[in-house]
């Protein structure tokens, strides 16, 4: 399989991009690495990154940013900086990504636990998480070609556990394995319009 893994040389996109890359052709794409260069919140930078790389098999994603901080401290711009990355980031990938898809191909995207357990000063962040996850269901039942469109919403992982483990009190992050298995039953099963949560 032709497999595009956008993120692919971040905290968890290392790790799924390792796994992928024992049995498929992977490419990685990144904002400042990777062997294509892309800024998802750019619809031109995505038009151009599929014109680089031509038909997939798999497009999976795992990047796009939100601003995190006390509800009363963001800006209406603060806002838009999630809703173009890892809002519309994500819609575009797949409304202009379902066009270089091989039948059958899948588009895996991500969001993470805030959209469902939200902690402090993530207004933002937990809103595009939502909106994605609504996304995703909607969008694929329009896919045709046997396209299919699904979600990896992961907990805090173990990596990135001493980052972020004061805004997450008590939280009990979730294996590099867990959340890498969910990226590859997108990939390689069968599941469609689906949203895999991955808790510890
Ligand atoms: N870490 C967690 O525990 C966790 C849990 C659940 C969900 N998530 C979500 O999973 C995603 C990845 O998280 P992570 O911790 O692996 O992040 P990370 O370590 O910061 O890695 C993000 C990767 O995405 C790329 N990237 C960021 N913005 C981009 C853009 N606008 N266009 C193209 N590439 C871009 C970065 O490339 P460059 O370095 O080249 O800029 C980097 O390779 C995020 O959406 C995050 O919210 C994370």
Redesign the pocket.
Known sequence: MKILI??G?????KTVTERFKADHDVIVA?????EVR????SSESIEMMFAKIGKLDAIVN????AKWDKFENLSEEDFYIGIR??MM?QVNLVRIGKEYMNDGGSITL?T??LADDPVDMTTSAAMVNGAIQSFTKAVALEMDRGIRVNVVS????ED?FEK?KDYFPGNTPVSMRKVTDAYVKCVLGKINGEILRVRA
């Open positions: 956008i993120g040389n971040g905290t968890i996109g990144g904002r400042s690495s990777g892309v800024d998802i919140s795992i990047a796009g940013d990355s890892k980031g991500t993470g636990i992961a907990d805090l992982v990135a972020y």
